[in-house]
């Protein structure tokens, strides 16, 4: 038997002074400008990873891992305001490895993964007259799954891969369109395979 764990951090350190301009109301996601305001940005971003696995035989294991991210959202992809607050996420998997012989090796997991503040833009017809407005806004959803991967390498260095997930997801939060909650995820099908 053996027990092996690993932990891995990353942070990233705000190191600009100047002014503090909150949002009003404190809790909006996103600062217009304001001409001649100084303004700083301080979200104090961290992510970590942490995972363990265990092995009930030198063939067989099992695993756990959570990790969590975070990112900025730039002014090049948002330039009307002081910047979305960053988007963050979390992801939760435990599963099963089976390498049967070093031909054959099966991983099995299921999976829960989270993401919040999601920036995205929405064209809109413009209400006052011709062309589209472009409205920022921000979203968060939640994916559980499941995802089994086989390997099989009949002849060195060659290897034959095949992915199979089955995946549900459903908008979490979407204060701009509360309609949405629950509606599955753009670009996320429910099954994935390869």
């Known amino acids: 038997d053996g027990f092996y764990t690993m932990g891995e951090a990353r942070a990233l350190l705000p190191a600009n002074g100047g002014q503090q301009k909150p949002c009003t109301p404190p ?26 696995v265990y092995f009930l035989a030198p063939t067989l294991s099992v695993f756990t891992g959570y990790s969590s991210a975070a990112y900025p959202i730039f002014n090049t992809e948002e330039p009307e305001s002081i910047g979305q607050t960053p988007e963050r996420g979390t992801q939760l998997e435990a599963g ?49 799954g499941w995802e089994t991967d086989l390997k099989l390498q009949p002849v060195k260095p060659w290897a034959v891969l095949a992915n199979l997930a089955i995946q549900d997801g459903e908008i979490t939060s979407y204060p701009q369109t509360p309609a949405n909650l629950g509606h599955p995820i753009p670009s996320a099908p429910k099954v994935l395979a390869n």
């Open 27 to 52: 809790a909006a996601a996103a600062c217009p400008w304001v001409p001649g305001a100084p303004v700083k940005r301080s979200d104090a971003l961290a992510s970590w990873d942490v995972g363990a």
């Open 96 to 144: 099963a490895r089976w390498q049967a012989s070093p031909l054959l090796t099966l991983t099995s997991s299921v999976y829960d993964l989270t993401r919040r503040n999601v920036f995205t833009q929405l064209t809109i017809p413009n209400p006052s007259g011709a062309g589209n407005l472009t409205v920022a806004q921000t979203f968060a959803y939640r994916v559980r």
